[in-house]
């Protein structure tokens, strides 16, 4: 588990990029313990109650703290036959912890978790928890359109040592609002791991809606909710029917800064795939209210947020990431390599964000 108390300077030997403006995560406490969240949340229903404010207050002091900041929806390293690349997974981890990034998500779906088999998926989970040992959080992408599978790989992450997991909707299928409920309900009795629910409507064919989330809140092990709609009155929304002390989460780079800076408590970021110190620092200072500097962070790193879904993620960030020197040329069809029509846009919004190369050309 991770110890916020441990050093995480420390530096490494892989070639690529020079490590620049050193910076350490934001400050992060374990997840609630089992039975405190109910209790709490059933509290805080009472909107006009002063045990409510004095729930809140507790919150706001950081004694019940959840994962915050920037946290990078890790690429999963691969050769260029598509088989994973363990050693270029730790070098990027490392590389990551140096330039200040505040948890990762391991096998998300910048992580290629679609084509990936369950046993490499618990694989590349394990992997992870063990190249950070506990210098920052670790969040599993356990989601799936099955229920089983999804509890399976849920069992897999926690047993890994995962700090949470993190469960997009089923996609392709369709369920129902009452379906949502019952299958992230089912997940969270089955397994006793602070579990994040992730909306992202655009990929899944399948909308999360704030009602439903307020009914999923109170549920014992759900700890937040990665919201990717872009729609900030999404989060306003959830934040009312929910509590403050609910976590939110931003999916969407683009409006992770507004996201913030209206009480979200860290993005869910591809970008900073590319551009971790800047991505950590806009995070800080948003969650701290200063809008001037995050929002001045956040223009230049306005075209990664753009170029980088110029094609479907990860594509464009995985090549991205290799043009850094961290990774090889490795991805997993039916994607493809980044078409070399864009290259020139993706490395303009690297130059725009101060993202140094080791490559001038693939």
């Not at 420390?10 to 350490?24: D, R, Y």
């Not at 969240?37 to 909107?47: K, L, T």
């Not at 290629?112 to 599993?140: F, M, N, W, Y």
């Not at 009155?233 to 992770?256: K, M, N, Q, V, W």
Request: hydrophobic share 40%; glycine share 8%; net charge negative.
């Amino acid at each position: 588990m991770y110890d916020k108390d441990q050093g995480i300077n420390q530096k490494s030997n892989h070639a690529g990029p020079e490590i620049k403006n050193n910076t350490e995560p934001l400050q992060y406490s374990p997840p609630w313990t089992p039975g405190l969240a109910e209790f709490f949340r059933s509290h805080i229903a009472c909107q006009d109650d002063l045990l409510h404010v004095t729930i809140l207050n507790l919150f706001d002091v950081g004694a019940l703290r959840m994962i915050q900041g920037s946290i990078v929806a890790l690429v999963t390293p691969m050769h260029p036959d598509g088989s994973l690349d363990e050693a270029s997974l730790g070098r990027l981890i490392e590389y990551h912890i140096e330039q200040g990034t505040d948890g990762l998500v391991a096998v998300g779906t910048t992580g290629e978790s679609a084509t990936l088999d369950e046993d490499e998926h618990c694989e590349v989970i394990g992997q992870v928890v063990e190249k950070v040992a506990g210098r920052v959080p670790v969040i599993a992408g356990t989601g799936a359109n099955s229920t089983r599978e999804a509890i399976s790989l849920t069992r897999c992450a926690k047993e890994s040592g995962a700090d949470a997991c993190l469960l997009v909707t089923p996609y392709y299928n369709k369920p129902t609002q009452e379906g949502l409920y019952l299958h992230y309900k089912a997940i969270a009795e089955a397994v006793d791991i602070p579990q994040i629910l992730y909306n992202v409507p655009g990929r899944t064919a399948c909308d999360l809606l704030p009602e439903t989330v307020a009914r999923l809140a109170p549920i014992e092990n759900i700890a937040g909710i990665k919201e990717a709609t872009g729609n900030l009155e999404r989060l306003r929304r959830i934040r009312e029917l929910c509590g403050t002390a609910f976590p939110l989460y931003s999916g969407d780079d683009a409006t992770a800064c507004e996201f913030c800076l209206a009480g979200g408590v860290g993005v869910i970021s591809v970008t900073a795939n590319v551009a971790p110190a800047r991505m950590h620092r806009m995070c800080a200072a948003a969650i701290a209210g200063d809008r001037e500097t995050a929002m001045e962070i956040d223009r230049s790193l306005a075209g990664l947020h753009q170029q980088l879904f110029v094609e479907s993620n990860p594509i464009p960030a995985k090549w991205a990431v290799h043009e850094m020197g961290l990774i090889d040329r490795g991805i997993r069809l039916p994607l493809t390599w980044l078409r070399q029509d864009f290259h020139a846009l993706v490395r303009e919004a690297m130059r725009q964000a101060q993202v140094s190369t080791a490559r001038q050309s693939n």
